[in-house]
C-alpha cells in the first residue's frame, strides 16, 4: 500500500481555543455588524479568514529570532536575507518592508502614474488598491476558464494571451508594467503554468514591457507545477521556482504567506537603477534600507522561513491538508471552487444560494450562516470586496460569488478541517430556510470590506 502524506514536523507547542455556543455567536455577530473582521479573536473557534501571517513558525526559526541583528545600517539579518532572496529567486536588489502592499506601495510610487495601464491575472486586492490610488486602471486578463467553478483546469491562474496581447497593441504607451500573481489569489488560490509564464514574458518582450510578480504564494504554484505540468515531476521545487522568476524582471512579496512568518513583506529586482529609485520611497515609507519596515529578527526568522517554504515534504502537506477539507465538502455535495487551490477552499456561495440575489450580499450571508454554525470564520471574496466602481459608483458585481476558508501554515489538524467541513453541511441543509442576504448601513471608500457595516434585510 502507498504510503499517504503525513507533516513532516511534530508539535511541541500548543495554543488553547476555544468554544462558544450558537446563542453566543447570534450576539456577537450582530454586535458585529455582521462583518466577521470586526470579531475579537477569541470570540472564534476555527479562525480561516486568511492564511496570512497565521503561521506557525518552527523551532529552527524562533532560534533566528534570537539572532537577530538590530543595528540601524548594515545588519547582519539584511545580508543573510539578501543571501537568502539571492539564492531562492535570483534578484541580487531586495529592500525589506513591512508587509506586502507596503512592497507595493513602495514599487508603484516608482513605476504607476495616473492614466496608466496596468494588464494581470485577477489582481489582488490591496494590489488594485495601491493602482487605482494613482488614478491608474487594473486590467484582468486572466483565462476565462477561471470564472466557471465547475470546469477542471489544472492552471486557473494563467494570464490569457490574447487578451493581454489586445491590452498591449492597444494601449501600449501607457502601460508600465505587467503583474502576475503567483498564485491567483483572487480566482481561487489557482496557480500560473511555467508554460504561460514563458509566454508572458515573450509577449512582454515583444512590447518591451516590464514584468513584476506578485509572489506571495510562489511555493505552492511552484508545487502545483511540479504535480500538474508536464517535464516538472523530477525537477526540485527550488529548480521551479529559480526557473519561474527568471520569467520576472522584480518581485512584491508579502512574507506572511510563503515566508511562514507573521509580519514582513519586500521588494527584489535584477536591475540597480530601479533598485535606487526605489530606496528612496523605501526610505521615505518604510524605513533605511537594511531593515526597510522590518525588525532584524524578523528577516532572520524570514530568511529561514524560505528555505522551509521551499522543500517539497512541506508543501505536500501543507496543500494535501488543504485538499483534504475540499474533498470533504464535495463529499457533501457543497459546490466548491476547483480545482481545490493552494491556500484555501473557495465555496461558491451564488451554487449555494440561488434563492437570493448578489446585491444581498450572498457570500457575506454564507460566511456569516457558517460562523453562526459553528464558530468557524471564513471571509468573502464576492461583491463587498469587489467594491464599487470608481467611475459610476456602482456596486460591481464580480463573475464570482465566493467564502473562502483559508487554511494556517501549520496551525490545525485534519480533525480541525473535519469539523469545519460538518459546520458547513449544517448550514448547506437549512439553505432554503435562509431567505434573505444583508444591506450596508456603513462603508468607507476603498478597501469597504474591512470596515463594512451590515443590516440584516
Ligand atoms: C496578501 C497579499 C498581498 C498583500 O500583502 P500584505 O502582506 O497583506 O500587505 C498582495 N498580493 C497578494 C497576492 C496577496 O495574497
Redesign the pocket.
Known amino acids: 500500500m502507498e504510503l499517504p502524506y503525513a507533516e513532516p514536523f511534530k508539535i511541541k507547542m500548543v495554543e488553547n481555543i476555544t468554544r462558544s455556543t450558537k446563542e453566543e455567536r447570534l450576539r456577537w455577530i450582530k454586535e458585529a455588524k455582521y462583518n466577521l473582521f470586526n470579531l475579537s479573536s477569541d470570540k472564534v473557534f476555527i479562525d480561516l479568514l486568511t492564511d ?2 497565521t503561521g506557525a513558525m518552527s523551532d529552527k526559526q524562533w532560534s533566528e529570532l534570537m539572532l537577530g541583528d538590530e543595528s540601524y545600517a548594515g545588519a547582519s539579518s539584511y545580508y543573510k536575507l539578501q543571501h537568502a532572496i539571492k539564492d531562492i529567486f535570483g534578484f541580487p536588489y531586495f529592500l525589506p518592508t513591512h ?6 506601495n513602495v514599487l508603484f510610487s516608482v513605476l504607476v502614474k495616473e492614466g496608466d495601464i496596468i494588464p494581470g491575472n485577477s489582481h ?1 486586492d ?2 488594485k488598491g495601491h493602482i487605482e490610488f494613482r488614478k491608474a486602471i487594473p486590467i484582468d486578463c486572466t483565462i476565462d476558464e477561471a470564472f466557471d467553478t465547475t470546469l477542471y483546469h489544472p492552471f486557473k491562474g494563467n494570464i490569457d494571451l490574447n487578451k493581454l496581447e489586445q491590452v498591449l497593441s492597444q494601449h501600449h504607451q501607457k502601460i508600465p508594467f505587467i503583474i502576475i ?3 491567483n ?2 480566482a481561487g488560490g489557482q496557480p500560473v503554468s511555467m508554460e504561460n509564464l514563458k509566454e508572458v514574458r515573450y509577449l512582454a518582450n515583444r512590447y518591451q514591457k516590464m514584468i513584476i510578480f ?4 510562489f511555493a505552492e504554484n511552484a508545487f502545483f507545477i511540479k504535480t500538474r505540468e508536464k517535464g516538472y515531476e523530477n525537477r526540485s521545487i527550488r529548480e521551479i521556482v529559480r526557473q519561474m522568476f527568471s520569467y520576472a524582471d522584480a518581485m ?1 512579496m ?4 510563503d515566508g511562514i512568518v507573521n509580519i514582513g ?1 519586500f521588494i527584489a529586482m535584477n536591475d540597480e537603477k530601479l533598485f535606487k529609485q526605489a530606496t528612496i520611497y523605501n526610505i521615505m515609507f518604510e524605513g533605511y534600507i537594511t531593515y526597510g519596515g522590518m525588525a532584524g529578527r524578523d528577516m532572520n526568522a524570514l530568511a529561514q522561513g524560505l528555505q522551509e517554504s521551499t522543500t517539497y515534504e512541506y508543501l505536500e502537506s501543507r496543500i494535501g491538508q488543504v485538499h483534504f477539507l475540499g474533498n470533504k465538502l464535495k463529499e457533501y455535495g457543497i459546490p466548491i471552487q476547483e480545482p481545490i487551490g493552494g491556500h484555501a477552499v473557495f465555496v461558491d456561495a451564488l451554487k449555494f444560494f440561488p434563492h437570493i440575489p448578489q446585491s444581498e450580499y450572498v457570500a457575506q450571508l454564507l460566511a456569516v450562516e457558517l460562523y453562526i454554525e459553528g464558530g468557524v470564520r471564513g471571509v468573502e471574496i464576492g461583491t463587498l470586496l469587489a467594491d464599487r466602481d470608481p467611475k459610476t459608483g456602482q456596486d460591481r458585481y464580480p463573475k464570482l460569488e465566493m467564502v473562502r476558508l483559508a487554511i494556517p501554515r501549520r496551525v490545525y489538524t485534519n480533525n480541525h478541517m473535519e469539523y469545519v467541513a460538518a459546520a458547513l453541511k449544517n448550514v448547506y441543509d437549512r439553505r432554503t430556510d435562509i431567505r434573505r442576504g444583508f444591506k450596508i448601513t456603513y462603508e468607507a471608500p476603498i478597501l469597504r470590506h474591512f470596515t463594512v457595516e451590515l443590516e440584516r434585510l
Not at 99 to 104: D, P, Y
Open positions: 496570512s501571517g508587509q506586502g502592499r507596503a512592497a507595493e489582488f490591496t494590489t500573481t503567483l498564485t489569489n483572487t506578485d509572489s506571495a504564494r512584491t508579502s512574507s506572511k504567506k513583506g
